[in-house]
């Protein structure tokens, strides 16, 4: 039988926008738009329907019945005071799994409840780490694999908090989340801050993305659209490997649809019969018509996997640092100072 979270997916309703839909792009860069309607998602051998409304992620009601820790923290973070906190930037917490939807053939959301009264204590943009025991050593002391993550729930919310990832076969962590089912718990660390947004602080933000690495431009995002005094430009170039591989496609069109600040451009490696959008890799030709130009007015944000990291601004350093400025960004007149690397 559907747990009461699918239950309430099952019911929620779309968000009507008034001839927001139909028609085809006049170029690759056109807001795409296509028919509003709802996702299949699979869950235990259950079927059910979830539908996207703006600003949340999948709808999902939020379930007062479960919870997580038993005690609110409070706590100093970032220099913010975030009181009832669920989050402990020394500690790790245990957060109970509440349940989980399939959003492509390889990726899902998980949810994570806690105190219903209590905010995650998270600011934008920032990360959590998450651990599990992985063995012991020599000593036979337990070891862990820990790996970051970044929610993609409005850092507002109350009681719960959503992590979208991709499940790699030979990902430690990853397999250890696809095998949790509800009500196991997952040990959580944090936050730990990467930008720290403000609004307007950039007349421009441009956005490169590559499968999960939509995470945290989608939290930047958020924030700009739903805080009708920030007026920045947002303009974002996603790359993944096929159509079905676009991570909360449906989510970003509405996004875009609805607010003309955004601007998506979606390219991919492999694209079906019927794809509209561009094809391989991001180019600077697609920077140069997608983002806007070098200027002490405009921010680059990107986020992906090492060799799009590598082709597009250079890694991190070693010590996780920024790390000197190379690819296509520097070779187009961006600075360091222009772009960040989450």
């Known amino acids: 039988m559907a747990s009461t979270f699918f239950r309430r997916l099952a019911r929620a ?9 139909g028609g085809q792009p006049k170029s690759a860069f056109h807001k795409f738009r296509f028919p509003f309607g709802a996702i299949a998602a699979v869950s235990g051998g259950i079927s059910y329907y979830y539908y996207f409304s703006s600003p949340n992620l999948v709808h999902l009601d939020h379930v007062n019945d479960v919870t997580g820790p038993k005690t609110v923290n409070t706590h100093k ?7 009832f906190s669920a989050l402990n930037p020394d500690n790790w917490i245990e957060f109970k799994l509440q349940d989980t939807a399939r959003v492509s053939h390889n990726t899902h959301l998980f949810r994570f409840s ?32 820990i790996r ?14 959503d992590l979208l990832i991709k499940v790699y076969p030979e990902g430690k962590m990853s397999q250890h989340f696809a095998s949790l089912k509800a009500g196991d718990v997952v040990e959580v660390k944090g936050p730990i801050e990467k930008l720290r947004y403000s609004p307007n602080m950039k007349k421009n933000i441009g956005m490169i993305a590559g499968g999960t690495g939509i995470t945290p431009m989608l939290q930047v995002i958020e924030a700009i659209l739903k805080n009708p005094d920030d007026n920045t ?18 989510k970003l069109d509405i996004l875009a649809t609805s607010h003309p600040n955004l601007k998506i451009f979606y390219t991919v490696d492999n694209p079906s019969k019927n794809w509209k959008g561009g094809t391989g890799y991001i180019s600077k030709d697609i920077v140069t018509k997608g983002l806007p130009r070098p200027s002490d007015d405009t921010l680059i944000l990107v986020c992906g996997p090492p060799g799009m990291m590598k082709h597009i601004s250079g890694g991190k350093a070693k010590d996780y640092s920024q790390g000197e400025l190379s690819g296509i960004l520097k070779e187009l007149g961006y600075t ?3 772009v960040y690397k989450f």
Request: charged fraction near 20%; aromatic fraction near 12%.
């Open 13 to 21: 309703t779309p968000v009507a926008f008034n001839n927001a839909f």
């Open 77 to 83: 973070l970032s220099g913010c005071f975030h009181q």
């Open 114 to 145: 806690f105190d219903p009264s209590a905010k995650l204590g998270l600011d934008v943009a920032s990360c959590l780490l998450t651990r599990a025991p992985f063995g012991q050593d020599a000593e036979g002391k337990t070891k862990y694999v």
């Open 148 to 161: 970051p993550y970044t929610p993609i729930s409005d850092p507002e919310a109350k009681g719960y908090f």
């Open 233 to 250: 430009q947002v303009s974002l170039l996603y790359a993944n490997v096929s159509p079905d591989d676009i991570l909360l496609k449906q």
């Open 336 to 338: 360091e100072q222009m």
